[in-house]
């Protein structure tokens, strides 16, 4: 279900896709439970939809909740808690709030090196993620 409400979304038919994405996150909070790591990409996709339909007020405490949950289920080094708080700093930008987000994108930028220094492998988000935070750092003049 959330994977049709992902390709709605992305084919832009967003008031078709946000019932979808609500009852798949419903439905997985009932199966794994509200903690589950399941339960925060449901969140994060909702998030994205709504952020994308100009709901940010919405969509910043699921992206907050998806990243509490990454972090306990995974550790606070995990690329997966990169990638929320890429997603959380970018919703804060979006909102103009810039000293909040710059932490958060310089630490997702940190956890991607990390991964390429642990693994010897580059981390496939980590260019992505360093021009996040290029671009943020240019808009603050730091």
Known sequence: MNDLGT??????????ADPLMRHALAIDEESFGSEHPRVAIELNNLAQLLQATNRLEEAEPLMRRALAIDEESFGSEHPMVAIRLN??????QATNRLAEAK????RM??????????TGHKHPNVDAGLGNYM???GRDGA
């Open 87 to 92: 997603n959380l700093a970018r919703l804060l």
């Open 109 to 118: 930028v940190e956890i991607f090196l990390l991964f390429t220094i642990r």
């Open 103 to 106: 932490p958060l994108m310089r």
């Open 7 to 16: 390709y709605l979304q992305a084919k832009a038919l967003y008031s078709e």
């Open 135 to 137: 671009h943020l750092s």
